[in-house]
């Protein structure tokens, strides 16, 4: 599996952005797509999860400010950021694997981007 992200940026609070993840060789019957965020010397942390039946999964602090969204005929992953905070800076990840029921659990996914950052500036 391939992911490869883009549509990371500068933006000041309050603002949005969507981030997008271009993915290929997704071939599993039953798999996730998640988001994931990482500062430097911090865990990564889940954001928000998407699986093949379309149920999603949010880290409870982006509800209702983020929405994840899957085009199967694109093969290409979204984040729709709102009301962005100084706290959402991160650089931002896409993954995929097998799974059995959306998840935001890290190690639950093999396939990784390369990232794009996100600074929200205050």
């Known amino acids: 599996v391939q992911l490869v992200e883009s549509g990371g940026g500068s933006v000041q609070a309050g603002g949005s952005l969507r981030l997008s993840c271009q993915y290929s060789?997704?071939?599993?019957?039953?798999?996730?797509l998640g988001w994931f965020r990482q500062a430097p010397g911090k865990v990564r942390e889940g954001v928000a999860a998407?699986?093949?039946?379309?149920?999603?999964s949010y880290v409870e602090s982006v509800k209702g400010r983020f929405t994840i969204s899957n085009d199967n005929a694109k093969n290409t992953l979204y984040l729709q950021m709102n009301s962005l905070k100084p706290e959402d800076s991160d650089m931002y990840y896409c993954?995929?694997?097998?799974?059995?029921?959306?998840?935001?659990?890290?190690?639950?996914?093999?396939?990784w981007g390369q990232g794009t950052q996100v600074t929200v500036s205050s």
């Open positions: 998407i699986d093949s039946d379309g149920d999603a």
């Open positions: 993954a995929a694997d097998r799974c059995y029921g959306v998840t935001t659990l890290a190690g639950i996914y093999g396939n």
């Open positions: 060789g997704l071939t599993y019957r039953s798999y996730c």
